[in-house]
């Protein structure tokens, strides 16, 4: 069973920036990130596959950067101009198919027990 773990998660200002970080224990063809705020449903925040190709919902584009490394099989996101509204958990997910990269959160069948990102205005 594949497992996932992130990390890198904590507080920041509004403004600023966070990176986190998930490592797997295999390779997986999609790897995500997805968030979940109180009482709202998981989204998915972004995605890239193993050729690269990244996917972004559209709050978070231009300030967001999924990469993964598929050497190690770890895959980070780099936030930046981090507002109030992108708190919540968030978490690492995967996919065996590419084309998953591009569907929604319902997609992936696999997370870790997420890291949670809080912002204060």
């Known amino acids: 069973l594949m497992q996932l773990v992130e990390s890198g998660g904590g507080s920041v200002q509004a403004g600023g920036s966070l990176n986190l970080s998930c490592a797997a224990s295999?390779?997986?063809?999609?790897m995500g990130w997805l968030r979940q705020a109180p009482g709202k449903e998981r989204d998915k925040v972004a995605a890239?596959?193993?050729?690269?190709?990244?996917s972004y919902v559209d709050s978070v584009k231009g300030r967001f950067t999924i990469s993964r490394d598929n050497m190690k099989n770890t895959m980070y996101l780099q936030m930046s101009s981090v507002k109030p509204e992108d708190a919540g958990m968030y978490y690492c997910?995967?996919?065996?198919?590419?084309?998953?990269?591009?569907?929604?959160?319902?997609?992936?069948?696999?997370w870790g027990q997420g890291t949670q990102v809080t912002v204060s205005s």
């Open positions: 295999e390779y997986s063809y999609c």
């Open positions: 890239i596959d193993s050729d690269g190709s990244t």
């Open positions: 997910a995967a996919s065996p198919l590419m084309s998953d990269c591009f569907s929604g959160s319902w997609a992936f069948k696999t």
